[in-house]
């Protein structure tokens, strides 16, 4: 990621899906980064810093730099998708959901 945004120039911003993501992704990368429970001066203080720097700034999808902060940049990554995983009934539905359908397919098949 780090090198991605180097080799374009300009401003990056970079989202993932959590904060676990997140944390394990920029271990040891020269980025800015969004934590879980910042404070309004400290997220003040953190697009204050990427303004004004010329490092990347790693941020979670659903966090409080996602919506309502002008955050302008030249590229930006979104990592991942933002969905949580399936609950036990959702994970029986698909499964259902896939063993019908592979019996159903095929230009034959007439609903």
């Known amino acids: 990621m780090a090198q991605l945004a180097q080799r ?16 394990t992704t920029a271990a040891g990368l020269d ?3 969004e934590d879980m429970g910042m404070s309004q001066e400290e997220v003040d203080r953190l697009i204050s810093e990427f303004h004004g720097s010329g490092k ?21 990554l979104l990592i991942g998708i933002p969905f949580s995983p399936p609950t036990t009934r959702m ?7 896939a063993r019908s359908s592979a019996t159903r397919t095929g230009p034959g098949y007439t609903a």
Request: net charge positive; no cysteine.
């Open 31 to 33: 980025l800015l980064r």
């Open 91 to 97: 994970a029986k539905l698909l499964k259902r959901l």
């Open 8 to 23: 374009r120039g300009g401003k990056t911003l970079i989202f993932l899906p959590s904060f676990e993501i997140l944390e």
């Open 56 to 76: 990347p700034l790693a941020a979670v999808f659903n966090g409080r730099l996602s919506e309502g902060i002008d955050l302008s940049a030249s590229t930006v």
